[in-house]
């Protein structure tokens, strides 16, 4: 079965709307953003980005390439971070659930211990359902990106494919 291809037509007419503002070797976030934002990470089709570009410069493609695995990396690193913290949190939380166990007497330190012990497990928990989903969705519309066919449209009709 062939799947459908959706079409992102990206009208540059300035240089501003495609560079960063302040560093010209790096595609605008404006522009990156308006692409995650109009790809679903859940649909099967593949997409093709067609730029009509006013810019005559061929090297567009590959900064496009270039910005968005650095935003994949980005990602990446992001979930290497979530996941230490998760882990963090889950040893803090077991070692105060036990020292709550460990307490004898019906003290303030045991419920002290207690309460800790499940607040750290559960903001582990909220990290993996809030945080890591938000950028799992991230990272599926980045690879999504960066795999899709993107070609520069010419005045003539013409098209030149990556």
Known sequence: MRRKK??????IVLEEDFYEKYNREKVSRDLISYLMEVVDPFEEENVKIIIDNQIENEKCISMIR???KEEYDKCLKERSHNN?????YCLLGILMLALS???THDSIF???FLISGWVLI???IEIEMFSDSDNRRKRRIL?????SQ?????KEGENRAS
Not at 6 to 11: C, F, G, M, P, S
Not at 150 to 154: H, M, R, T
């Open 6 to 11: 959706k079409e992102l037509e990206i009208d």
């Open 66 to 68: 270039k910005q968005l």
């Open 84 to 88: 230490k913290v998760q882990l963090i």
């Open 101 to 103: 166990f460990y307490v």
């Open 110 to 112: 045991k419920e002290i």
């Open 122 to 124: 559960w903001d582990m």
């Open 143 to 147: 690879k999504k990106l960066y795999h």
């Open 150 to 154: 993107i070609v520069l449209k010419e």
